[in-house]
């Protein structure tokens, strides 16, 4: 079998074993009669990385999306979303409570979750794909972590016209904050002490301190399409030299991500309207890159690196403005590096790191 499998569950009173694969796809076996699956189901978009049985005739799955879904098996077919950790946090396991009442489930977000399931069977089929209420999550980090990562995993109403429900949720989440740390606002309202000058994306996917697990006053933050850094834009210059001259950051980060629509937009030749001249950016560090670009035959592969080569060269912008070269003239503790973020599996990964690296690649 080419397919990786990576979860299972016995159901039918024993009589059959449910394995989750690589590819998505749930095989079934009759117990006894190993040599060929008696069933396979295509139904999940990503890999399935751990299940668990709710009854004989029902499993709870969870894959590198952050979803857990409901999958009834005679026939196999999905019922609904009992809960979800984020697109950016996959799923590594999910258990019930001996009682029943309960799914628990944990990720990449570093929380373990419950979701209330003891009505489950009960609800009436239109209701079926709604997802099911987060009853409460313990995190394993500390309070700055905590802090980043939404109390309930809210998703936006578009019926909500007039943005009370996102009110709410800022309300419960200051409440959270307060009944943890009562200082927390007041500490805040004196000054901000970042360390870190984060340049990212403006795709939502990509949010700075959720992705790192630092909570408010810990990044400031700058986002644009595609994570560019060019000489000529005055918005990203000037919170540059704040964070470098008035905030005194350490760390500058530019990151890129992979899958990133701008990037991808760059490396075609349709044309868009007025974001074409920003993207002319990015055109330029595939033509200083042409070679090693088109050495890569496979378009995926391409594409990969052409994220990986845009973020080292808005980082190599980052190095020759002024303002950096005046901080490293004066002795001041700094250091640039350029990142890629992958959203199939949540990692950022370093591309290059250090002053002097940088300057290696541009001399």
């Given amino acids: 079998m080419d397919d990786e499998m990576l979860s299972l569950a016995i159901v039918k009173d024993g009589q059959q074993v449910v394995a989750g694969s690589q590819s998505g796809t749930l095989y079934t076996w009759e117990w006894g009669n190993w040599k060929r699956a008696s069933d396979r189901w295509i139904g999940h978009p990503c890999s399935v990385d751990t299940m668990c049985k709710l009854d004989e005739q029902t499993i709870c799955t969870g894959g590198n999306d952050g979803l857990l879904r409901l999958i009834s098996l005679d026939p196999q077919q999905f019922q609904g979303v009992i809960g979800d950790h984020g697109q950016d946090f ?108 984060w340049i990212g994306c ?14 408010p006053g810990e990044i400031f933050v700058h986002r644009n399409i595609a994570n560019v850094v060019h000489h000529t834009d005055l918005n990203c210059l000037s919170v540059l ?20 629509g701008g990037v991808a937009a760059a490396h075609g030749h349709e044309q868009y309207g007025l974001i074409d001249h920003w993207l002319r950016n990015i055109k330029d560090v595939y033509r ?35 303002i950096v070269q ?32 940088l300057h290696h690649l541009t001399s």
């Avoid at 403006?202 to 909570?215: E, W």
């Fill in 90 to 197: 996959p799923l590594e396991r999910v258990r019930v409570t001996h009682d029943q009442n309960f799914i628990g489930s944990c990720g990449h977000d570093m929380q373990l979750r419950f979701w209330e399931i003891q009505s489950l069977f009960e609800q009436d089929s239109e209701d079926e794909t709604e997802p099911f209420g987060m009853i409460f999550c313990l995190a394993s980090k500390p309070s700055s972590v905590r802090r980043s990562i939404a109390v309930t995993p809210n998703k936006f109403d578009s019926a909500d016209i007039n943005l009370d429900g996102l009110l709410e949720n800022n309300r419960c989440w200051a409440e959270a904050v307060l009944k943890e740390d009562p200082n927390f606002f007041r500490d805040m309202v004196e000054k901000q002490t970042p360390k870190i000058l």
């Fill in 326 to 357: 005046n901080a490293w003239a004066r002795g001041q503790k700094l250091t640039v590096h350029a990142w890629a973020y992958d959203l199939h599996i949540g990692y950022t990964f370093h591309i290059i790191r250090s002053t002097v690296q």
């Fill in 202 to 215: 403006s795709d939502s996917r990509v949010p700075a301190n959720q992705i790192v697990q630092l909570g």
């Fill in 288 to 322: 200083l890159n042409r070679q090693e670009l088109e050495n890569l035959s496979d378009g995926t592969k391409r594409l990969r690196r052409l994220v990986e080569l845009n973020a080292i060269h808005s980082a190599q912008n980052v190095c020759h403005s002024t």
């Fill in 241 to 260: 030299q704040y964070a470098v001259e008035v905030l005194k950051v350490e760390h500058i980060i530019v990151c890129g991500h992979y899958l990133c």
